[in-house]
């Protein structure tokens, strides 16, 4: 319950509040986004299957969104930043689209 | 395939399932196998904290994020009519500085009619003056001519041979009249006899340049919108006979047909040039005022 109080307070901050995003940090913002989607997904399902560890899913939610991000200013850095973080989107889209159907089946056994 | 595979059964981070498998057989105390549904519920205050730090955290990505995703658009938006604005404004200001070149020019002509008109010579000057003038577009002119316009295709172009094969490999721009279409029915109007010629309202000078930026057609470094309306002065009948012959325009009327661009040729009784831009001076300075 907390966490989920959690979740809706950073939400609610980040719209009243709005802080506003560093210029070199905007092109990394989406991607980081998908892959803090993935992780609070992998979170969900892991939660239903009963498995779900605080540690486990914060040093991954970090760890995913840094990794994302890095992977994609690389990439720019080579000249196919688009190309690659069109592959980190259908890499984790993905996976949250299979742990979505994990927690459908969990949530309606069908 | 495999990589699909691995993709859709990995899909949960494999560290869930570890850190219980190292839990289960750390205790030693293994109901059942696969270690699940058997972790302790109650976690420590400590590590309570992190998970909400950490969902805070999400959170706050999340909408920070979408706020940023919606005010990105508008921004750009606002950014473009600002540019647009701008190049009205610009425009505006260009065309009041032109009538006051206009306006000078015609005193400039006016006081040196009076000078020159004192002496024998200087009458004889002012003619010559006078018709230099009209052939280099220095004063507006007014007369029978033609009325061209050329105007972009409207329909999504009916490629004839392509139609059933595939798009053709510029869809958009086969109907589109280009800067070198203006030039040829330019080229064919002074060839067929036109005295003076304006484009979109832009008297055409020695110097003047029919060119163009991206998709538009500048004239003097002006951008002309479509349709654009070419006049020229000339004699009627012998001006539209041979500007109607000319290779030019048999191949617009191939256009027309074709493309479905418009092409029309008027013949009119009193047309009116404006005046043209004079020769930019580049290097030339008027001197300082004698005290």
Redesign the interface.
């Known amino acids: 319950m907390i966490p989920a109080i959690a979740l809706v307070l950073g939400v609610a901050l980040g719209l009243v509040f709005q802080p506003g995003v560093p210029l070199w940090l905007q092109p990394y913002l989406p991607i980081a986004v998908v892959a803090a989607l993935d992780a609070l997904f992998g979170a969900v399902r892991a939660q239903l299957d009963g498995i779900f560890d605080d540690k486990v899913f914060v040093i991954s939610f970090v760890a995913n969104v840094l990794v994302a991000a890095l992977v994609v200013f690389l990439g720019d850095q080579l000249g196919v930043g688009s190309q690659l973080s069109t592959g980190v989107v259908v890499v984790l889209g993905i996976r949250i689209f299979s742990n979505a159907a994990a927690i459908r089946r969990h949530a309606f056994h069908a | 395939m495999s990589l699909?595979d691995e993709?859709?059964v990995n899909?949960?981070?494999p560290?869930?399932?570890q850190?219980?498998d190292r839990r289960v057989s750390g205790a030693g105390t293994a109901d059942q196998p696969g270690?699940?549904?058997d972790?302790p519920r109650r976690?420590p205050r400590r590590?309570?904290g992190?998970?909400?730090?950490?969902?805070?955290?999400?959170?706050?990505?999340?909408?920070?994020?979408?706020?940023?995703?919606r005010?990105r658009a508008p921004a750009s938006a606002q950014v473009r009519s600002s540019l647009a604005a701008d190049v009205a404004a610009r425009t505006r200001d260009t065309d009041a500085l032109q009538s006051q070149v206009a306006q000078l020019r015609a005193q400039v002509a006016a006081a040196r009619a009076r000078g020159l008109a004192a002496t024998r010579s200087g009458t004889a000057m002012a003619e010559q003056v006078a018709a230099l003038e009209e052939a280099n577009g220095g004063t507006p002119l007014r007369g029978p001519g033609l009325r061209v316009t050329l105007a972009d295709a409207t329909l999504p172009t009916p490629d004839p041979l392509a139609a059933t094969k595939r798009p053709s490999a510029l869809p958009g721009d086969a109907g589109r009249i280009a800067d070198r279409d203006v030039q040829d029915v330019v080229n064919a109007l002074w060839a067929a006899g036109a005295e003076a010629i304006s484009v979109g309202g832009q008297r055409l000078t020695p110097q003047t340049a029919i060119r163009a930026a991206g998709q538009a057609i500048l004239v003097d470094f002006r951008p002309l919108s479509p349709p654009y309306d070419v006049i020229a002065l000339g004699e009627q009948s012998q001006l539209g006979n041979r500007f109607g012959d000319s290779p030019t325009a048999r191949r617009f009327r191939t256009y027309a047909a074709t493309y479905g661009i418009g092409f029309t040729i008027r013949s009119e009784r009193a047309l009116t040039v404006p005046v043209g831009a004079g020769p930019p001076l580049r290097a030339a300075r008027p001197p300082a005022p004698a005290p």
């Open positions: 699909l993709l859709t899909a949960l981070d560290g869930y399932q850190t219980v270690g699940r549904r972790h976690y590590r309570r992190l998970l909400v730090a950490g969902l805070l955290v999400a959170g706050l990505l999340l909408a920070t994020a979408a706020a940023q995703a005010s």
